[in-house]
């Protein structure tokens, strides 16, 4: 129950008859940061022909988006996208910025091309693996904080946001593998409410 991504940026550049392909590999947690850095790319580069994209989110597979930003349809997107695919990454990023040579590359050499430049990026990063979590809220008064870090500690879960007031209020992701575990442990402190989100 684990799934594999970056956590960190690389720059790769491909070359094909005077064409350059750069490409920026980012791990990436949701589709606003992406705007974000899509926006930040293309003030960088203002000359460039093409910022083509593909990117890989969540564990279903089902949350993907591939971009061929005016090369022809599946010359761009498609392969960068086959690129983080065929190593069974997630929440990963890459944008490949396109400045053209003057020369036509036909679709053949186009799909080589950005997915060339992908695969280099890739190479820059190392993979990590992650355990899979489901999201939880854990609301208790203060005077539970020590056994709940406890349990927090013990099951290797993610404090995603924490917010302490009259009641605390945590956000942690629990490892799938030993969510009913950590469920058990929390449910036997009774003062605290445990919900899904």
């Known amino acids: 129950m684990y799934y594999y991504s970056i956590d960190k940026t690389a720059v ?23 705007k974000k850095i899509l926006q930040g790319l293309k003030k960088e580069h203002p000359k460039a022909v093409h910022h083509c994209f593909a990117y890989r989110i969540g564990y279903d597979g089902n949350n993907f988006r591939v971009n061929d930003d005016g090369e022809p349809s599946g010359s761009a997107g498609k392969p960068i996208l086959n690129a983080i695919d065929s190593k069974q990454l997630t929440n990963v990023l890459i944008i490949v910025v396109r400045y053209f040579g003057g020369t036509l590359l036909g ?4 799909i080589n091309a950005y997915k060339s430049a992908a695969a280099m990026a890739l ?15 854990l609301q208790f008064d203060y005077t539970m904080m020590n056994e709940v ?26 490892p799938k593998a030993r969510l009913q575990e950590a469920l058990d442990k929390l ?11």
Do not use: W
Request: with cysteine; proline share 5%; glycine share 4%.
């Open 12 to 34: 790769a550049e491909f070359k094909d008859r005077g064409s350059r392909f750069i490409a920026y590999v980012y791990p990436l947690k949701d589709a606003e940061d992406f």
């Open 107 to 110: 679709v053949p050499g186009l």
């Open 123 to 137: 190479q820059l990063v190392p993979f990590i693996q992650y355990p899979i979590e489901i999201n939880y809220q």
């Open 149 to 174: 870090m406890m349990i927090v500690k013990q099951f290797n879960c993610t404090v995603i946001k924490q917010d302490y007031q009259l009641f605390n209020i945590l956000e942690i992701g629990i």
């Open 187 to 197: 449910k036997e402190l009774h003062t605290v409410e445990v919900k899904k989100i």
